[in-house]
């Protein structure tokens, strides 16, 4: 049970690029969610999807774009990527759909963003 | 104002003693609280949740909530060096959002 893995772990980009970040989890959890952590602001959800084939804007979602591409998968995508995008990306997985209130997440190992 | 409010710290305290982490929130009609602690370069994972008043106790760790006061806080006895970590606060407020804080940095000093 490998839990919430994530790919790449580090990545470096030059201004304009694209990239995916991957994001797979085994625990047969409905919901995945896509965070970015930059110092002294804490975690801040970017798109999240309830459910295999839906997805939905978190609290910053521009300049990013997301795939649920089936229950275990969930990338995020930066189509031109922007120094502001530099940031530590975690993904979380949780087993019920985003309105429990009483839901676990469970996070990934991380991907430290550079964008020169 | 923010939603979750955390003194950044560091907090800094002696092995042995009660290390007490404290967190605010805005949302009055919030509903669930959490605390995760996130080791420097790691990934958060949860320690406690709790949804009604008053404390709940996991080993060495206490959470406390007082909804009239709108604080959450998590008490750490007899605190251990591997204690040492960040830990955030995570509301999930009544737009069913969950809503973090920006973490307390904890040091225990050996």
């Known amino acids: 049970n490998a839990g919430v893995t994530q790919t790449p772990k580090f990545q470096v980009l030059k201004t304009g690029q694209s990239m995916t970040l991957q994001c797979a989890q085994d625990?047969?959890?409905?919901?995945m969610y896509w965070y970015r952590q930059d110092p002294g602001m804490g975690l801040r959800l970017i798109y999240y999807s309830a459910s295999e084939g839906t997805t939905d804007k978190g609290e910053v979602p521009n300049g990013y774009n997301v795939s649920r591409l089936n229950k275990r998968e969930f990338s995020l995508r930066l189509e031109s990527a922007a120094p502001s995008q530099t940031s530590v990306y975690f993904c979380?997985?949780?087993?019920?759909?985003?309105?429990?209130?009483?839901?676990?997440?469970?996070f990934g190992p991380g991907t430290r963003l550079t964008v020169l | 104002q923010k939603e979750v409010e955390q003194n950044s710290g560091p907090l800094s305290v002696p092995e042995g003693a009660i290390a007490s982490l404290n967190c605010t929130y805005s949302d009055r009609v919030s509903q669930s609280f959490f605390w995760y602690r996130q080791y420097s370069g790691k990934s958060p994972e949860l320690i406690m949740s709790?949804?009604s008043n008053g404390d709940k106790e996991d080993g060495r760790f206490t959470a406390q909530l007082n909804k009239a006061s709108q604080y959450v806080s998590l008490l750490i006895r007899d605190s251990q060096p591997s204690d040492s970590a960040t830990y955030l606060c995570a509301v999930i407020n009544s737009n069913y959002q969950l809503i973090w804080g920006a973490g307390t940095k904890l040091i225990i000093k050996p």
């Open positions: 979380a997985s949780s087993e019920a759909g985003q309105a429990s209130v009483a839901d676990t997440q469970y």
């Open positions: 709790i949804y």
């Open positions: 625990m047969n959890h409905n919901s």
